[in-house]
């Protein structure tokens, strides 16, 4: 009896738990760069590692996203065609446009570390042990109460 309510308090903050910190999880993010009058925005683009950055040709004449280093090279692209990389590597990454060599933008890549949990993340976990703790004794000082009466 006892045990059958503690499993399922157990369960039930076991399940708010994951729910919280499976939304707190930074998502991998899309950053969009135009390529509009024969130019990329913005640049320097700063962004974090993960990130994955879309270009999209906005001109009426074809250009590329070159890595100056080809790590990436999107090849042609024309209007309104797009190509995405993902920057999974810290660093300061030139490109420039193939066709265009005036082109040149560059992509800053920093790495934010391990993500610390937010304080209303350490508060909930605080408040799950509160809840739990005085479960715990709620049931515990019924079940006394209880035998006591037995007892009798
Ligand atoms: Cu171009």
């Known amino acids: 009896m006892v045990l059958s309510k503690l499993k399922n308090v157990a369960i039930g903050i076991l399940l708010l738990t994951v729910i919280v910190f499976a939304g707190s999880d930074a998502q991998a993010q899309i ?5 509009a009058g024969f130019a990329f925005s913005p640049t320097p683009l700063n962004i974090a590692t993960g990130t994955t950055v879309r270009w999209t040709n906005q001109d009426g004449a074809t250009h590329t996203s070159t890595s100056d280093s080809f790590i990436w090279d ?9 190509f995405s990389y993902t920057f999974n590597v810290a660093g300061t990454y030139p490109y420039h446009c193939e066709i265009h060599p005036s ?17 209303s993340t350490y508060g909930f976990i605080i408040l799950s042990i509160l809840l739990v703790g005085t479960s715990v004794w709620f049931i515990y000082r019924r079940q ?9």
């Open 31 to 35: 950053v969009d760069v135009d390529i």
């Open 103 to 119: 082109m040149l933008a560059t992509v800053i890549v920093t790495d934010p570390g391990p993500s610390v949990p937010s304080m």
């Open 144 to 152: 006394r109460v209880a035998s006591n009466i037995q007892n009798i």
């Open 74 to 82: 999107s090849g042609n692209l024309s209007t309104g065609q797009q």
